[in-house]
């Protein structure tokens, strides 16, 4: 019998797909784990594995098509088989749910016993699209089966407010679609400044012998280490010291983790996603440095799975080597904090002895969440981090 392919979760924020190519073709034959089309989620293009087997009846999904998850994007048969029309994603019909109709008035009194409640079926699409715009369901029409209310009854049902301003766009202009990932980056940023009271603290760090540390290691080794690196290892283990700096805020309770995973915001055509080092503050800076090279070129490839960048417990956020001087940072969740590194350059210094130097220096701006980290927390935490890089151990 004919099954409906659904588009999947690929990622675990993924709430719709764009297929950006049919691997396969209207009439081939599929076997389960066969890659069926390429799909672009909120962090990378990803590749669809089959999960049924058959002849590819039918696909409903075209390329450049946005489809929410559970919509079908093709159905799976035997060969020959005829289908009609297509079959509703089973996911979709689970998720209906029966809601009552409100305002309904109520029948005139006869000798027949009183009708129940209306009851109205809805789309999670439609029930998601009218809950956005503050639309009752309730009071759409459904042209769906059985009056089901359906995404396109509530677009309709959406008032249709005339423009008071002059359009953003004018006729020589270039209008770019949102890509799923941009889309996420803009609701989980927007989320977190607006959820995560935000407040920041900067230090000033004299990096001079930081910097001759990683030339001293590299000029001694084969394994060149990256200034990252260093600074990853250097948070992992203050945050030792410190582990509300390694927490999460989570409804009514604090969860405090009991493993460093920083996360490295690494820059994409597309937006900025964020891979992270597991474990740092039991890894040494080669090994943090090997798996940061490969999860960066994994990044560039648009290789990297959900693993690579889910559940990060701190972040770091280095622009120095575009220029910056310093920055602050929005806070990524479910991390607590996030360190903006500014570049290093030579910068006069008054010494304890009231005299002027020349040092190598770097602004670091520790962006905190009020709700778990104090300002003293914070401040404490940052100033190990700076004892830490102007006199770094091996």
């Known amino acids: ?21 049919w691997i396969k073709h209207q009439g081939d034959i599929v076997a389960q784990g066969d890659i069926l089309c390429e799909v672009e989620t909120d962090k990378a293009v990803m590749e669809y594995e089959s999960p049924a087997e058959g002849t590819l009846l039918r696909i409903t999904a075209a390329q450049g098509q946005s ?9 799976i048969g035997a060969q020959d088989e005829q289908i009609e029309t297509p079959q509703k994603p089973k996911q979709q019909e689970v998720l209906t749910e029966e809601v009552p109709r409100k305002n309904i008035p109520q029948p005139p009194k006869t000798s027949m016993p009183p009708l129940a409640t209306a009851k109205l079926r809805s789309s999670p699409l439609a029930r998601k699209l009218a809950e956005l715009h503050g639309l009752d369901i ?9 009056g089901r209310v359906i995404e396109a009854d509530v677009k309709q049902a959406i008032p249709k407010t005339p423009a008071a301003t002059p359009p953003l766009s004018r006729p020589d202009d270039e209008v770019i679609e949102i890509t799923p990932k941009r889309k996420l980056i803009a609701k989980t ?33 084969d394994h060149k280490i990256s200034l990252n690196a260093f600074l990853i290892k250097f948070v992992a283990e203050v945050m030792q010291r410190h ?12 969860v405090q983790h009991r493993t460093c995973d920083i996360a490295l915001a690494v820059s994409q055509p597309d937006g900025l996603i ?25 990044t560039h490839a648009g290789s990297l799975t959900s693993a690579d960048y889910a559940n990060s417990t701190f972040t770091i956020s280095n622009l120095g080597s575009f220029g910056i001087d310093e920055f ?67």
């Not at 019998?1 to 190519?21: F, Q, R, Y």
């Not at 309730?138 to 059985?146: A, I, N, Q, R, Y």
């Not at 940023?189 to 001079?208: Q, R």
């Not at 964020?274 to 994994?298: G, Y």
Request: proline share 6%; with cysteine; charged share 20%.
């Open 274 to 298: 964020a891979p992270v080092v597991r474990q740092c503050h039991t890894k040494s800076l080669t090994q943090i440095d090997s798996e940061l090279k490969a999860l960066v070129e994994k």
């Open 189 to 221: 940023l927007a989320g977190s400044k607006f959820t995560s009271p935000h407040y920041y603290l900067k230090v000033n760090v004299i990096a001079d012998s930081l910097i001759a540390t990683r030339q001293k290691h590299n000029a001694e080794s």
């Open 138 to 146: 309730s009071s759409v029409k459904g042209t769906g089966p059985e």
């Open 328 to 394: 602050t940072a929005i806070i990524n969740p479910p991390n607590s904090a996030i360190l903006a590194v500014g570049k290093i350059s030579k910068q006069p210094v008054v010494g304890d002895d009231e005299k002027i130097q020349i040092h190598q220096c770097m602004a670091l701006t520790l962006s905190c969440d009020h709700r778990l980290i104090d300002g003293a927390i914070g401040a404490i935490f940052l100033t190990d981090l700076k004892e830490m890089i102007e006199n770094p151990r091996q």
């Open 67 to 75: 489809i929410a998850i559970g919509e079908t994007i093709a159905v």
């Open 243 to 254: 582990p509300v700096i390694n927490s999460s805020w989570q409804d009514d309770k604090i």
């Open 1 to 21: 019998m004919a099954e409906n392919i659904p588009m999947l979760a690929l990622s675990p924020t993924m709430e719709e797909g764009v297929i950006v190519k």
